[in-house]
């Protein structure tokens, strides 16, 4: 029944939800392939994808990507730090920030 939904209505109640365990830090976000589809007159401007990253007690907005069977997102922060979430296809992770010198590196999963 879920994926009869899943086929009929586009948005996030058909996304992805991706949990990550950064030695302890929790990181989650939502990832809905639907919204990297191509758009249906060439003429469309490009449209930004967003998510919104639970970071432990912390929320923000970012860009989602998939590449492949690689998934992540990006955002550059209010102060201008820029931080990077990939995760490969085998779960492992990596977590940037540039206000911090050493990555922090996990495990995520992807919830359907």
Not at 35 to 40: E, I, R, S
Not at 49 to 70: C, K, L, N, R, Y
Request: glycine share 8%; with cysteine; charged share 15%.
């Amino acid at each position: 029944m879920a994926a009869v939904l899943c086929a009929t209505i586009a948005g996030p109640a058909c996304a992805d939800t991706v949990t990550c365990d950064f030695s302890g830090v929790a990181v989650a976000f939502a990832i809905d392939a639907s919204q990297f589809a191509p758009a249906q007159d060439a003429s469309d401007p490009p449209r930004r994808q967003i998510t919104t990253v639970q970071m432990g007690d912390a929320a923000f907005s970012a860009e989602p990507f998939i590449i492949g069977d690689t998934r992540g997102f990006w955002t550059t922060q209010d102060d201008g730090a820029e931080v990077l979430l990939v995760m490969q296809p085998d779960g492992s992770a990596v977590y940037s920030d540039t206000r911090n010198v050493t990555p922090m590196t996990g495990t995520c999963e992807v919830l359907q």
